[in-house]
């Protein structure tokens, strides 16, 4: 039978929150593994343009809910990167998602890749409130939030930017952010295209 009003409402809560303790749990795991030097990364060729558009796809449903625009900019350069998709796309989903979750409604935000000369950079950009003064050093250190209580309305454990670095660490990578001209924030990472990874 149909699930209608009331009830699927409560199942659809009831799915969130079996969400974010996957995505708890899943972060957790991450970490651990990170600190004993544990995450080994699957590395193979990869499109570029599979990983910006499959950060897209995966969080078509999120931009929807926080009613915003999730746009990739110009035009993806055609070429491939050895690095693990998964975990590219676990960093890049984390940059989509924090942009989308600190944007005001109705607002823009943009992926965008382009080629530099030993690499490919990925650009996340949003036009939400920038980053906090007091977190700016710290930021992708562990636990480290704005709003850390209890009752935060967007969510999230404060693990995100902390994986997000390692994992890029892991490729031989740079990760970073700055201020958006206008008002936001750019985050950004850059991966070698040769070189791959060293194996953690
Ligand atoms: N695009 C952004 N704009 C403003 N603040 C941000 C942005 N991205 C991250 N932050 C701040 O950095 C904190 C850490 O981000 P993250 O490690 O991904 O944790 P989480 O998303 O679980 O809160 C966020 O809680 C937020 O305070
Ligand atoms: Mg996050």
Not at 122 to 147: C, K, M, S, T
């Amino acid at each position: 039978p149909k699930i209608e009003g009331r009830a699927a409402e409560l199942v659809a809560m009831a799915m969130r929150n079996a969400e974010r303790l996957e995505s708890l749990v899943n972060d957790l795991l991450d970490v651990e593994k990170l600190g004993g030097g544990r995450l080994s990364l699957a590395v193979d060729d990869v499109e570029v343009s599979e990983l910006v558009d499959g950060t897209v796809e995966a969080n078509h449903g999120f931009a929807k809910r926080f009613e915003v625009a999730l746009e990739i900019e110009g035009e993806t350069p055609s070429v491939a990167i050895p690095c693990d998709a998964g975990r590219v796309l676990q960093v890049l989903d984390n940059l989509v998602s924090n942009a989308i979750k600190y944007s005001p409604k109705g607002d823009r935000v943009v992926v965008r890749a382009a080629e530099t000369e030993g690499g490919v950079r990925f650009e996340v950009e949003d036009r939400g409130d920038g980053i906090p003064e007091a977190l700016r050093e710290r930021i992708f250190g562990r636990f480290i939030q704005a709003d850390s209580s209890d009752r935060r309305e967007k969510g999230g454990t404060g693990l995100g930017l902390y994986i997000a670095n390692s994992l890029v660490e892991l490729h031989g990578g740079d990760i970073g952010f700055g201020d958006r001209p206008g008002g936001g924030t750019i985050f950004w990472f850059e991966l070698p295209k040769k070189v791959p990874y060293r194996k953690a």
